[in-house]
């Protein structure tokens, strides 16, 4: 076999798809052909080729390997075999060799109390927490988030979002994959300063160096917040990378609907060339979903703060002085009918420069006497002035 063509098979492969995983995927392939070859004294030929096939397949077996990999393997190889010209027929190539069986993986849920161990026990630097609730907000995959530049983000709009363009996204078709305000709130921080072209998480080195590094330095969060375990009987983590993008997904297609979950995430489906929605639509579909995507929820309001605060401001409007409204303390626990009496009192204490009348009076002061209005009060009634005093100053 002439080996010396692989590299310009990966290298093709490279040039259409602009994938390093992809390229690294055929050199493995393609060199774990070549080792059993080498060991066995093979030259696969047209004549030989099925039987060949089934004696890689077993010798892959025999290393131990995963059935998912040795698929992986098998077809690397397959592609390299017809790259060499020799004619592989998949119908003779199901009935001669026999792949192992890939069984789907069992994954458990994420569950939102996982992600918050991850960022708060698991103590991620700034630019991990970034991608972490990046990638779960947008439903981006990890490829799509290591090659978004600076200049991809608009977080000053609502709702916040990246623009991935066609050449770094899977399916090579632009798309706009929105965020929340955490992950706002944390990609500011890792791109404060940063010129428009440099990547937002520059890990250094190709895609591949920037997926290793990067899974690298999750998997030391992970084992940090307890959240390290494998699932049974395979390599894969439970928690990893991908589980965020999924969870976008499900929870996408429980609220929002699956069709335009599945166009958030950047997925192709059946009909997809009649499901047609403006940004705007998406904008909309997105606002409705994100409340399920917040790790630790939109920020607290104290009721007792915000109401002392409206009734300070009241209290203001009725003319009470800053001093005098410190004095009274909290006044959120004031009913109604007290912050109504304070208001009465301090309008009838007033000076003949200004009145309290009826509310179907003020046209008649204001437009016949010249007096300002000044604001309404309860029972239909409202403070006048002269136009002669100077404006008070209203506490916000």
């Not at 890792?190 to 250094?204: K, Q």
């Not at 109401?307 to 009725?318: G, H, T, V």
């Amino acid at each position: 076999m002439n080996w010396s063509k692989a590299d310009s098979l990966i290298e093709g492969v490279y040039l259409r798809s602009e994938s390093v995983h992809s390229r690294r995927f055929y050199q493995f392939g393609i060199r774990k052909l070549k080792e059993y070859c080498d060991g066995q004294g093979l030259d696969i030929t047209q004549e030989n080729l099925y039987e060949s096939l089934q004696g890689y397949v077993s010798w892959l077996k025999s290393k131990g390997l995963k059935p998912k990999t040795i698929l992986d393997y098998v077809s690397g190889a397959k592609r390299f075999i017809v790259y060499l010209g020799i004619d592989i027929d998949e119908r003779k190539f199901h009935n001669f060799v026999i792949m192992p069986r890939v069984f789907p993986i069992e994954e458990e849920p994420l569950e939102m109390e996982d992600v918050r161990r991850l960022l708060t026990v698991g103590k991620p630097n700034m630019r991990t927490r970034a991608l972490i609730l990046t990638l779960l907000s947008s439903g981006m995959r990890l490829s799509e988030a290591l090659k978004l530049n600076v200049k991809d983000l608009e977080l000053d709009v609502q709702p916040a979002r990246a623009r991935l363009r066609a050449e770094i996204t899977k399916a090579k078709q632009a798309r706009v994959a929105y965020l929340s305000e955490e992950a706002v709130s944390a990609l500011s921080e890792v791109t404060e300063g940063a010129s428009l072209e440099r990547l937002v998480f520059d890990y250094g080195g190709d895609i591949w160096s920037r997926t290793k590094i990067a899974t690298v330095t999750f998997r030391r969060v992970a084992k940090r917040a307890g959240l390290d375990e494998r699932i049974p009987n395979h390599r894969i983590h439970k928690v990893h990378f991908h589980i965020f993008r999924k969870y976008f997904l499900t929870k996408g297609c429980d609220t929002i609907g699956e069709h335009a979950a599945h166009k958030l995430c950047g997925h192709g489906f059946y009909m997809e060339t009649y499901y047609r929605k403006f940004e705007a639509e998406l904008e909309a579909a997105y606002t409705k979903l994100v409340p399920k995507l917040m790790v630790f929820g939109p920020p607290e309001i104290d009721k007792d703060e915000l109401l002392d605060s409206f009734n300070k401001r009241y209290l203001a409007i009725a003319g009470y002085s800053e001093e005098e409204i410190t004095k009274l303390g909290n006044t959120s626990e004031m009913t109604l009918q007290e912050l109504q009496n304070l208001g009465k009192q301090k309008s009838l204490g007033m000076s003949g420069n200004q009145k309290v009348v009826p509310m179907v009076e003020v046209e008649q002061w204001v437009e016949q006497r010249g007096w300002d209005f000044v604001t309404s009060l309860p029972d239909n009634k409202a403070i006048v002035r002269l136009p002669s005093l100077p404006q008070p100053q209203i506490q916000a």
